[in-house]
């Protein structure tokens, strides 16, 4: 599956915004769809999952200021995020877990997200 992310941007401490994953096909056939990020240095970390049965789940550093979401109609999955902290700083990633025989994974190309202070 093809993912393209967008929505990322600059933005000031304590602002929001929100990404998109939009997907090449229907959603709600791939098994998990991720949202990582990854900053200079660091590396690649889970933000939050959903699963095609809608159970969501979140990293305890963004619990409570992002929420994972998506509209099938639309194919794309959401990441809203507010109350940001100059720590969320990173490029986003978007990526879609299919199970066959094995996890295949399809990764996004990224989306940068900076938070001034």
């Known amino acids: 599956v093809q993912l393209v992310e967008s929505g990322g941007g600059l933005v000031q401490a304590g602002g929001s915004l929100r990404l998109s994953c939009a997907a090449s096909?229907?959603?709600?056939?791939?098994?998990?769809m991720e949202w990582y990020r990854q900053a200079p240095g660091q590396q690649r970390e889970l933000v939050a999952r959903i699963t095609s049965l809608g159970s969501k789940d979140y990293a305890d550093s963004v619990r409570g200021r992002f929420t994972i979401s998506r509209d099938g109609a639309k194919n794309t999955v959401y990441l809203q995020m507010s109350s940001l902290k100059p720590e969320d700083t990173a490029v986003y990633y978007c990526?879609?877990?299919?199970?066959?025989?094995?996890?295949?994974?399809?990764w996004g190309q990224g989306t940068q997200v900076t938070v001034s202070s």
């Open positions: 096909r229907n959603i709600f056939s791939i098994n998990v």
């Open positions: 990526n879609a877990r299919t199970w066959d025989d094995d996890w295949d994974d399809d």
